[in-house]
């Protein structure tokens, strides 16, 4: 089955400063990578997500870029602020099957 | 608009005791219902997902079990619990192969 490696497991970055989180997975059928971000106490929520016929796709400091070929897709948030302080989940799928998720990464921006 | 609840909020049990976590989904048919488990350092760990009522698979062999009485409820279940088995518990709700996951509030359970 499908397995899905995230690192780094922690991340500090000041407040304006770029951060990039990778995930590997394992399944070259898998055509579907969403990014969930949590915060303390509360339950997951999708923020950006990527299907294997795109390779980079953007949503305002947001980015995700997927290498199908290499089999890992990326996380990059521009312009961090302290509220983008979270864990932030990747995760992978084929269509119609269940997402497995990396073990997250425990991102901290500081002003 | 569609709507996942999910109950209890928390809950402390003995060891031994017996488990019972609900999910409902509202607003949607037919959705592929899930059971994630978050444990400190291990992430969100699929347990079982249904396609349909009377239709689980598991992903992970141990004393739960769950069920799909109804199209639009999920239930998850232990007869008795270990220790191990404390965690945030997470139902989710995605419609058919489009993939994205929607999750409940989850429910903290303590087993001491």
């Known amino acids: 089955g499908e397995n899905v490696e995230q690192h780094p497991s922690t991340l500090s970055v000041q407040e304006g400063d770029s951060a990039v989180i990778k995930c590997t997975y394992s399944?070259?059928?898998?055509?579907?990578f969403p990014w969930y971000k949590q915060e303390l106490g509360k339950r997951p929520q999708l923020i950006i997500d990527?299907?294997?016929?795109?390779g980079e796709k953007k949503d305002q400091r947001i980015a995700v870029t997927l290498n199908k070929t290499a089999k890992h897709f990326s996380l990059h948030i521009t312009e961090t602020q302290p509220e983008d302080s979270a864990v932030y989940f990747c995760a992978a799928s084929l269509a119609g099957t269940a997402l497995i998720f990396g073990k997250g990464t425990t991102l901290s921006v500081s002003s | 608009s569609q709507t996942i609840h999910q109950w209890p909020a928390t809950l402390v049990q003995p060891v031994g005791s017996p488990l019972s976590l609900e999910c409902t989904v509202e607003?949607?048919?037919?959705?592929?219902l899930y059971w994630y488990r978050q444990a400190a350092g291990r992430g969100l760990q699929l347990l079982f997902y249904?396609?349909?009522?009377?239709?689980i698979s598991s992903e992970v062999p141990q004393n739960l079990s769950a069920s799909r009485p109804q199209d639009r409820q999920f239930i998850l279940s232990s007869k008795k619990l270990l220790l191990s088995d404390s965690g945030f518990y997470l139902c989710?709700?995605?419609?058919?192969?489009?993939?994205?996951?929607?999750f409940g509030e989850g429910s903290r359970l303590t087993v001491l």
């Open positions: 990527i299907r294997s016929n795109v």
């Open positions: 249904s396609v349909g009522i009377g239709q």
């Open positions: 989710a709700w995605s419609v058919g192969g489009r993939g994205e996951l929607f």
């Open positions: 607003g949607t048919s037919n959705p592929n």
């Open positions: 399944d070259s059928a898998s055509n579907y």
